[in-house]
C-alpha cells in the first residue's frame, strides 16, 4: 500500500534526524519541584477565547476556569459556579449562583460583574461564543453572586459550551479585559509568571487558589497545584520530544509519532508511555468560502477521491491508534448514526474525476494545507494530494508550522484544505467549530440552519440523538468538513511526574513530581 510503504520511509527519516536534531536546552531557574513539559508549538497566543487551538486551551487551563467544567465521564458539572443553573418552566432564563470566595490572581475576590465582563467578551471574540451570542438575550447581574443569563430560544448545547477549555467561556478579572490581553488574571491554581515566545510558557502555583472540595474528577472537583512551577516548552520536532523525554530532559512529551510506542516500552521504568483512548479525530476542513473549493459539487468530488482508510494508515500504522468510521460518534453512544455515509472512504479516482469535470473543474491548484508538528497531519496531506492527482487534480501541498497554520486559516484567500484534529466529545456542537458560525471554513447554507436550529432547540437527549442523523448527512452532502476516522493518542511521561491523568487536553494540577 502507497500509504503504508510511504510512513515507513517517513519513520527512517525521523529517527535519523532524531540524531542531529539540536535538542532544546532548559533554562537553570525553574523551580526545584518544577516540572518541563514538551508540547507540539509555540501557542500563538495566551488569550484563552481568542483561538480554539488545543495547544491554547491546555496551557491556559491552568491559569483560568469557567463556570462549568467537565468530569471523568464527560457530564457537565460546576466549577465557579455554586451548582447547576436554576432554569424558568420556558427554558429561557437561566440563574446561576457563584462560589463566594473565590480569589483572583491579583488578590480580589470574583463576583457577578467579572462574570458578566467576561461572557460578553467571550460572545465578541471566541468563535465559540459568537455562536452562543446568537442565542442570548442578554446576560446581567442580579447582585454579587448571581448572574441571569436569558435566551432567545431553547438551546441545549449551553452548559456544554461553557465548559469546554478551549476558545474558553474564562472568567478573566473584569480590570483587565481587554480587546487585546496584556494581563492574563484568572483564578485558577497556576498563574502566569513569564512567557519567552519560542522558548518556553512558565506557570507559577497561586497560593491563594480557591480549589472545589468535591473529589477530583476529569477536569472537575478538586484541583491542587502540588509542583510549584510548570515550563511549557515548544518542541516542534516530534522525534525531539521522544528523545527529550528518553533522556530524562522533560517531565512529559505531547503527541509523540506512534512508531516511538517500541522505543519507549524498552526504556525502563524511567518512562512511562500513555496511551489516551478515544483521544479524538482528525478532520479536514475545506474552503467553502472563496477558491476552487467554494464549489459544493467539487468539494464533493474531493470527498470521493479520499481514502480515509488509507490516510489513517499512513497516519498512524499502528491498528490499536485508529478506527476507519465514518459515523462521526461512536457505536454505543446517543448520537451514532451511519447516515451519509455511503461517501466515506471511496477512494474512486475515477467517479473523482467524472464528477470533478461535471462541476467545472479546468486544473485550478488545490492547496492543502499542513503541519509536521502534528506528523499525523502532515503523513495524511502527503495522501491526500497523492489521492486527488490520482483523480486528475492539480495539488499544492503547503507544509508550515502550527502557529502559522492557526494564522494561515483565518484568511479564505491563502488555502482550500487544511488538516487538524478534535478531541471526542459527547455534545456533538463542541467539535469541529465549523458547525457553529464563523470558524474557518465558513460553512453557512440554508440546510445546515435548518438541521441545526432542530437539533440545538430539542432538549430530550434520546430525541437529539435522532435529530444529529440529519446532521450528519448534511455534512456529507455538502462537504463542509470531511472526519477522517477515530485515533488514540501517544504521549510519554517521566516516572517522577506522579499523578498525571490522560486527558484530552493535558493538565497538571493534581500530579507531582517525585525525587526533585
Known amino acids: 500500500m502507497p500509504a503504508l510503504f510511504l510512513r515507513k520511509v517517513l519513520s527512517r527519516l525521523l529517527t535519523a534526524a532524531a540524531f542531529i536534531l539540536p535538542f532544546w536546552q532548559a533554562p537553570t531557574a525553574l523551580a526545584a519541584d518544577g516540572a518541563n513539559l514538551a508540547m507540539i508549538a509555540e501557542p500563538q497566543t495566551l488569550d484563552p477565547m481568542g483561538s480554539t487551538a488545543d495547544l491554547v486551551g491546555t496551557i491556559m487551563q491552568h491559569v483560568y476556569e469557567p463556570l462549568y467544567t467537565f468530569d471523568a465521564k464527560w457530564n457537565v458539572v460546576p466549577m465557579l459556579a455554586d451548582g447547576l443553573p436554576k ?4 427554558g429561557l432564563t437561566h440563574s446561576i449562583a457563584l462560589r463566594h470566595g473565590v480569589k483572583f490572581h491579583n488578590g480580589r475576590e470574583m463576583v457577578a460583574d467579572d462574570v458578566v465582563a467576561s461572557l460578553q467578551r467571550w460572545m465578541e471574540v471566541s468563535p465559540r461564543g459568537k455562536s452562543v451570542g446568537k442565542e ?3 446576560i446581567s447581574a442580579k447582585g454579587p453572586y448571581l448572574v441571569e443569563l436569558k435566551l432567545k430560544t431553547l438551546y441545549a448545547p449551553l452548559l456544554s459550551q461553557l465548559a469546554l477549555p478551549t476558545g474558553m467561556a474564562a472568567i478573566m478579572a473584569k480590570e483587565s479585559i481587554a480587546p487585546q490581553l496584556k494581563d492574563f488574571v484568572g483564578t485558577g491554581p497556576y498563574k502566569l509568571k513569564e512567557r519567552k515566545p519560542d522558548q518556553y510558557t512558565l506557570l507559577t502555583r497561586f497560593a491563594d487558589y480557591s480549589s472545589r472540595q468535591e473529589a477530583a474528577s476529569g477536569y472537575a472537583g478538586k484541583r491542587e497545584a502540588l509542583i510549584e512551577e510548570l515550563r511549557f516548552v515548544p518542541v516542534p520536532s516530534a522525534s525531539t520530544r521522544v528523545e527529550g ?3 530524562g530532559q522533560f517531565d512529559y512529551a505531547d503527541q509523540l509519532p506512534v512508531e516511538a510506542v517500541a522505543r519507549l516500552d524498552k526504556a525502563g521504568a524511567a518512562v512511562v508511555p500513555i496511551m489516551t483512548k478515544s483521544f479524538g479525530f482528525p478532520y479536514l476542513v475545506l474552503n467553502t468560502k472563496e477558491g476552487v473549493l467554494a464549489s459544493q459539487a467539487l ?11 488509507e490516510m489513517m494508515a499512513a497516519a498512524f500504522g499502528d491498528t490499536r491508534f485508529f478506527a476507519v468510521e465514518g459515523n462521526h460518534f461512536p457505536q454505543g453512544t446517543p448520537f451514532y448514526s451511519l447516515a451519509g455515509t455511503d461517501k466515506y472512504n471511496r477512494r474512486d479516482p475515477a467517479a473523482a474525476k467524472d464528477m470533478a469535470a461535471k462541476a467545472g473543474y479546468s486544473g485550478q491548484t488545490i492547496r492543502i494545507m499542513a503541519s509536521r508538528q502534528y506528523e499525523f497531519h502532515y503523513n495524511m496531506a502527503l495522501v491526500m494530494a497523492e489521492e486527488l492527482k490520482r483523480a486528475g487534480m492539480k495539488v499544492e501541498l503547503q507544509v508550515v508550522d502550527w502557529a502559522t497554520l492557526v494564522q494561515r486559516r483565518n484568511d479564505p484567500k491563502l488555502w482550500d484544505i487544511y488538516v487538524t484534529h478534535s478531541g471526542q466529545f459527547p ?10 458560525d464563523g470558524a474557518p471554513g465558513w460553512w453557512n447554507s440554508p440546510a445546515k440552519l435548518a438541521v441545526l436550529t432542530e437539533f440545538n432547540k430539542e432538549m430530550d437527549p434520546v430525541k437529539r440523538g435522532a435529530l444529529w442523523a440529519k446532521v450528519q448527512q448534511v455534512v456529507y452532502d455538502e462537504v463542509p468538513y470531511i472526519n477522517v476516522g477515530k485515533f488514540n493518542s501517544l504521549s510519554a511521561r517521566a516516572q517522577r511526574l506522579q499523578g498525571y491523568t490522560p486527558s484530552a487536553w493535558p493538565f497538571f494540577w493534581n500530579a507531582k ?3 526533585k
Not at 87 to 90: A, F, I, L, P, Y
Not at 427 to 436: A, G
Request: net charge neutral.
Open 87 to 90: 432554569v424558568s418552566k420556558d
Open 136 to 138: 442570548v438575550l442578554s
Open 245 to 247: 523525554v528518553l533522556s
Open 299 to 309: 468539494r464533493q468530488a474531493v470527498q470521493a477521491a479520499f481514502g480515509p482508510g
Open 427 to 436: 455534545e456533538p456542537m463542541l467539535s469541529p467549530p465549523q458547525l457553529s
Open 513 to 515: 513530581v517525585a525525587g
